[in-house]
Nanobody, 120 residues
Framework: VQLVESGGGSVQSGGSLRLSCAAS????????MGWFRQAPGKEREGVAL???????SYADSVKGRFTISRDNAKNTLYLQMNSLKPEDTAMYYC???????????????WGQGTQVTVSS
């Protein structure tokens, strides 16, 4: 499975962005998917997860502001980010796993990342 993120950019605090992750494989719908992010000098952390059937989980820091969704017909994963804060600045990655988990070691496929920068 190849994953390609897009939609990153620079935005002011309070703004919105929608990230997309296009998957190459027709088997995309079989995977649980996740969004992760890594800020400069920090470890990569989980942001949001989505099950094959659409169930979701969020990191406390983004609950109520971010929404993860998937379109299995288009092999695409999304992350709608609203009310962005400077602390959301990071490289954002999508990843695919056979497991619904925050454990990054369980993710077999990763995209190259898309940069999100939020200015105050």
């Amino acid at each position: 499975v190849q994953l390609v993120e897009s939609g990153g950019g620079s935005v002011q605090s309070g703004g919105s962005l929608r990230l997309s992750c296009a998957a190459s494989a027709y088997t995309y719908s079989r995977y649980s998917m996740g969004w992760f992010r890594q800020a400069p000098g920090k470890e990569r952390e989980g942001v949001a997860l989505i099950k094959r059937d659409g169930g979701t989980s969020y990191a406390d820091s983004v609950k109520g502001r971010f929404t993860i969704s998937r379109d299995n017909a288009k092999n695409t994963l999304y992350l709608q980010m609203n009310s962005l804060k400077p602390e959301d600045t990071a490289m954002y990655y999508c990843a695919a796993s056979n497991y619904y988990t925050w454990k990054q070691s369980r993710y077999d496929y990763w995209g190259q990342g898309t940069q999100v920068t939020v200015s105050s």
